[in-house]
């Protein structure tokens, strides 16, 4: 297998999930500032979304998105616990925080800095609205401290016991901290929470 790598929090959170699972796989650097993810053959041979993170498997197929990535490995590598669940409730438990993660805290905050801080890097690979920026920060905030809310005690997102929703949140916070989106001190469970994540080895990958 290969895995096409970049800068950025959607590489990361695969290499963080791939380290908590205890799995290396060749890395193939994609230099994402200077567009190559976005032109041929890199468009035509593995991802024509255009985008980074992928895995290539040994027969030729390339698998995009992150959470397929990482859904496939979790399958593949039986040997260590699962990242996703044990069971069939357990694996929609996952799913179900993971997509509200992406869809209400990581889509809102990451076109936010598209929009804005990033605007020069996306204007001419992504449409960009630029009015929109600030509305789409406040949205991940106000989801972050519902989130918060949520949270409590629990030490992870999902429960007791670490998943792929953990591993994309501490992703995106760690990037969106760096790209003047930090986190309210007010979000003091995730705050926590945050802490925890950044002390596991994986976060170093």
């Known amino acids: 297998m290969k895995f096409y ?5 959607n590489p990361r959170m695969v290499r963080m999930f791939m380290a908590e699972k205890g799995i290396d796989i060749p890395k193939v650097e994609i230099d994402l500032l200077a567009g190559e993810n976005r032109r041929e053959p890199y468009t035509t041979k593995v991802n024509p979304a255009g985008q980074c993170p992928a895995l290539e498997l040994d027969d ?6 992150i959470t397929a990535i990482c859904e496939y490995l979790d399958e593949i590598k039986k040997d260590t616990p ?4 044990d069971t069939p409730a357990e ?3 996952t799913r179900m925080w993971t997509r ?3 869809l209400n805290i990581i889509e809102p905050g ?6 804005s801080e990033g605007l020069k890097l996306f204007e001419n690979r992504v449409r960009c609205i630029p009015e929109a920026a600030e509305g789409l920060k406040a949205t991940a905030r106000d989801k972050l401290a519902w989130l918060d809310g949520l949270m409590g005690a629990k030490p992870f997102v999902a429960g007791n016991k670490i998943s792929m929703a953990d591993v994309l949140l501490f992703s995106f916070i760690d990037f969106m901290a760096n790209v003047k989106q930090p986190l309210d001190p007010a979000n003091k469970n995730i705050g926590a929470w945050f802490e925890r994540m950044k002390a596991r080895p994986s976060a170093a990958a």
Not at 5 to 9: A, I, L, Q, V
């Open 82 to 85: 699962s990242l996703i669940g």
């Open 5 to 9: 790598n970049s800068r950025g929090p």
């Open 60 to 65: 030729g197929t390339v698998i995009a998105e």
């Open 91 to 93: 694996r929609a438990n």
């Open 110 to 115: 990451a076109n936010g800095f598209r929009f």
């Open 100 to 102: 509200r993660i992406d």
